[in-house]
């Protein structure tokens, strides 16, 4: 994996970027390579202890064994009235297997707030084999339903597993629609579809996700749902339970009051509200590397994710 050698230049890139982009100011920029030239190292330090507390731990897979442990964090880098520029990171491990994901995100409100445009790079990697994988999204935010679109395309080549089979990181792409649900203000359900481009003849796999994802008061959130597949002959339910230890930290509120905000007496938000404050939503894409085994002669063993 390529490593970024000289974080001088990358904040240089970063910035080209943005002052094409008409992000930030000239004087914002002006400022931006004043401190690249002369306390770079104290940009720096910021960053990180400020974004210490935003670690979110969760645990899915709890059917398959041993719980799949992921390590989350978000991290703002610029931000102004009509824009947000953010990293995320995820860190995971299972059946000692350890996986990343890091990318990039950048987010605009349009139409009075009442929308949020982002788009966003990601790259992946499964350090036991070595797969690579880099992706691109795109996300629409408003009060009354999510957007997401993302494509994925394999960066490795084969790699030789133990049992002498060869695995190959499989392109593809997934589509996703959030929508409130009635009386549970901060509950959401979402429909996907997805596709991954399968190789030797074999039949691409492709199927549809459903799932409810609520938020729960002191930081917590609970995601449960069942993925269908076409070319599988069991599909699989799955539940995952994250926490984030800052909004843990953070919450002042007694049981009693910040249970009460699950339920509504409104059934369904009608109009479009001010959506300003989720310019630093979490990007949702499939973190999980998706793979094709192949035995010496060509045929496919299996074709799975990370998690399965």
Request: hydrophobic content about 35%; charged content about 25%; aromatic content about 12%.
């Amino acid at each position: 994996m390529n490593t970024i050698k000289n974080p001088y230049l990358y904040l240089l890139f970063i910035i080209v970027i943005l002052n094409s982009s008409n992000l930030i100011s000239d004087d914002n920029i002006d400022n931006l390579k004043s401190k690249v030239g002369t306390s770079i190292e104290d940009v720096i330090e910021n960053s990180i202890l400020n974004s210490v507390e935003n670690i979110e731990i969760d645990l899915s897979g709890f059917n398959k064994g041993k719980p799949e442990i992921g390590l989350s964090t978000i991290v703002p880098l610029l931000e102004n009235s009509n824009s947000g520029l953010f990293f995320q990171g995820y860190l995971s491990t299972k059946n000692d297997k350890e996986k990343i994901n890091l990318g990039f995100a950048k987010r605009n409100l349009m139409h009075d707030n009442k929308m949020v445009l982002g788009y966003n790079t990601f790259y992946d990697h499964d350090f036991s084999s070595d797969h690579r994988r880099w992706g691109l999204g795109v996300d629409i935010l408003t009060s009354l339903g999510d957007v997401h679109v993302n494509i994925y395309e394999a960066i490795s080549d084969g790699v030789l597993n133990s049992q002498g089979n060869t695995e190959y990181v499989l392109d593809g792409y997934d589509y996703k629609l959030g929508l409130p649900i009635p009386f549970f203000p901060t509950s959401k359900i979402y429909a996907e579809a997805f596709r991954w481009n399968a190789t030797r003849g074999v039949n691409d796999q492709k199927g549809e996700r459903f799932s409810v994802d609520t938020k729960l008061p002191y930081g917590m959130n609970l995601s449960f749902g069942k993925t269908f597949y076409s070319a599988l002959a069991q599909d699989q339910e799955f539940i995952k339970f994250s926490i984030n230890l800052m909004e843990l930290k953070q919450s002042k509120k007694t049981p009693k009051n910040a249970f009460k905000s699950l339920f509504s007496t409104d059934a369904y938000l009608a109009n479009f509200d001010d959506v300003s404050d989720r310019k630093f939503n979490k990007v949702r894409r499939e973190n999980d590397i998706i793979i094709q085994t192949l035995t010496p002669i060509g045929i496919t063993v299996t074709i799975k994710g990370y998690a399965t």
